[in-house]
């Protein structure tokens, strides 16, 4: 029985982790976004990867005699009467108007999905050509966007700029520092109408709805296997590959995905960061404190579709299946 709990904690990592997963796969749009509704300066600075790896130099503002940066003629500015922002283009301003009245004139002929700043849009449209323009030098993965280039490089570098002033883990990418949070808050308002679960941000609630109304956006051109979201997909991806991106240094053990390589990790660590609220006990993974307080909720998820009986662990449907399909995988070998 031992082992089959343990199978469990397996199981369940990967579908713990592949919404977070998905936002490491899915970054992109999360640096887009950002890059929607920021400044003209600040868009610039994130194209600063390309550079580096094409090589090309930078346009450099013009210098006064003491080297300093030349600042815009008084009298040059114009300002955004709702928040008090300066430009020193009025074509700056136009564009930054759209943050307050949520225009969004360019359209993506092939999937209908519209964007304010005409960088994001041409970001977007790399999704269906399949260009990525700004690879990795040190492992050759490629990417739709500069902002992914640089979070991929700290998988590298080791960096993890974002700390967590509670209990001082770090991360690589703020989002991620964002879902750390709710370990601590315990927020979680979005809410699913079927089921009652709720869920910390809107991309969590988006990518569980699919399990309601059975899309799988995902297919696999190699296989024909089909998944709720790119997460998993980028996962599965890997089996076909080979691909294990991320070693234990203190063992060598080698993983596809990172949930499973940061939950290995605790084995070394002995770090149990998820608590359960009611009883106190504690675990390696959020995965199985969300199994655990099951028992504490009793809700039943897994529900058998042959004879509708109801089971709070993925496991224990599949074991009851059995008894319908007479499947019976264990055999004795003194006979």
């Known amino acids: 029985m031992a ?16 919404v977070k997963q998905e936002d490491l796969q899915e970054q992109t749009d999360l640096v887009v976004l950002k890059e929607e509704t920021d400044q003209m300066e600040e868009k610039q600075q994130l194209e600063k990867p390309q550079e580096i ?20 003629k008084t009298g040059c500015h114009f300002s955004c009467k709702q928040c008090g922002k300066n430009f020193s283009q009025k074509s700056n301003l136009d564009v930054h108007m759209r943050v307050h009245t949520k225009e969004k004139p360019y359209t993506c002929e092939h999937c209908g999905k519209s964007f304010g700043y005409i960088q994001g849009f041409r970001t977007h449209m790399r999704v269906h050509t399949g260009e990525r323009p700004y690879t990795c030098q040190q492992c050759g993965k490629s990417f739709f966007h500069a902002g992914s ?8 570098t080791g960096e993890k700029p974002f700390s967590c002033k509670q209990c001082r883990k770090s991360f690589s990418q703020k989002q991620n520092l964002d879902v750390h949070m709710k ?23 988006k990518t569980h709805m699919r399990i309601h109304t059975g899309e799988r956006p995902y297919t ?15 996962v599965h991806r890997r089996i076909h590959t080979g691909e294990r991106p991320y070693t234990c240094q ?38 199985t ?6 028992t504490h909720t009793g809700e039943r998820i897994f529900t058998c579709t042959q004879c509708g009986k109801s089971f709070s662990q993925k496991q224990d449907l599949e074991i009851h299946m059995r008894i319908h399909t007479g499947e019976k995988p264990y055999t004795c070998r003194v006979w």
């Open 53 to 72: 790896m094409t090589n090309e130099k930078p346009t450099l503002t013009k210098k006064t005699s003491r080297g300093r940066p030349r600042k815009p």
């Open 183 to 205: 370990v601590h808050t315990m927020e979680k308002p979005y809410t699913c109408e079927h089921c009652g679960k709720s869920f910390g941000y809107i991309q969590g609630f």
């Open 149 to 156: 280039l640089v979070v991929h490089m700290r998988i590298h």
């Open 289 to 294: 404190l969300e199994v655990h307080m099951r």
């Open 3 to 18: 082992f089959i709990k343990e199978e469990s904690e397996d199981v369940k990592i990967e579908d713990t982790f592949t």
């Open 220 to 234: 696999c051109q190699q296989c024909g296997q089909t998944f709720y979201h790119a997460g998993n997909f980028a």
């Open 250 to 287: 203190h063992c060598g053990q080698t993983f596809y995905h990172a949930g499973n390589f940061a939950a290995h990790m605790r084995t070394h660590t002995g770090e149990k960061p998820y608590s359960c609220p009611q009883c106190g006990k504690r675990f390696k993974r959020n995965g």
